[in-house]
């Protein structure tokens, strides 16, 4: 039997992108929309009745994959425990709210937790500890909101030229941090700076850059100071 969803779509087209909203969608809707959508790029971002469809730029994607290979030169250089978890659909009936990150990871011990899983229930087992937002477009939803809501515990947003890096509260609402929770050690100006950069040449000479910045230059750093994880 089809669904079908009775509502007005608002439409908003930009040079970056395309995102429309449908309001009063239901959670019903939104499983459907999931179901219709499947793997194709279109990010779908539910909240308490509202479903947004995002189609990616390339500008938006270009930063999404940079950003993302730099936080696995990190933890494979540095052999910090990661598994990534890329644009998985995080959605909790209960909260009635879900959303794909654009890139996410599990770390230290909750990546050895999760490792051997093909599903992860947000009941039984914990939610990313980091989530990765490219603010190329904005969302017409409070996406920050949906992360706090699931208990992401830390959100780095990158609008292309500054990194802002959030840490979850006691009270699930996010307090901007000058460095990062999971990598203390890691240096943020120099993060943006490699980003940029990344905007300007291929992405394998690009990497192989950043992973000599980490082994050289991040690599003393991370085994002189306690990070605070075991």
């Known amino acids: 039997m089809a669904t079908s969803i ?3 779509p608002q439409a908003s087209i930009t040079s970056t992108g395309q995102r429309f909203l449908l309001q009063n969608v239901g959670w019903d809707g939104y499983e459907t ?13 539910y909240d308490r009745g509202d479903l947004e469809l995002m189609s990616p730029s390339f500008r938006h994607e270009r930063n999404k994959g940079s950003l993302g290979r730099m ?14 978890a890329g644009s ?10 879900g959303l794909e990150p654009d890139e ?24 990313p500890d980091l989530a990765v937002e490219i603010d190329i477009t904005h969302s017409s939803l409070d996406r920050q909101g949906i992360y706090a809501a699931l208990g992401v515990p830390e959100l780095w947003r990158f609008d292309g030229e500054s990194l802002r890096v959030l ?19 890691l240096p943020l100006e120099e993060v943006v700076r490699l980003l940029k950069l990344g905007t300007t040449m291929d992405h394998t000479r690009w990497g192989r850059m950043v992973r000599a910045w980490v082994r050289d230059d991040l690599a003393p750093r991370y085994c002189n ?3 605070g994880h075991g």
């Open 6 to 8: 009775e509502t007005q």
């Open 33 to 45: 929309m999931l179901k219709l959508v499947g793997n194709r790029a279109i990010r779908l971002t």
């Open 71 to 84: 936080i696995e030169a990190l933890t494979e250089e540095l052999d910090i425990p990661s598994t990534g």
């Open 88 to 97: 998985t659909t995080w959605r909790r009936k209960e909260l009635d709210r």
């Open 104 to 127: 996410c990871f599990y770390l230290y011990d909750h990546a050895e937790q999760i490792a051997a899983l093909e599903e992860i229930d947000l009941d039984l087992y914990p939610p």
């Open 167 to 185: 840490r979850l509260r006691d009270d699930r609402t996010y307090e901007p941090c000058k460095s990062s929770p999971a990598f203390p050690f």
């Open 225 to 227: 100071e306690a990070t």
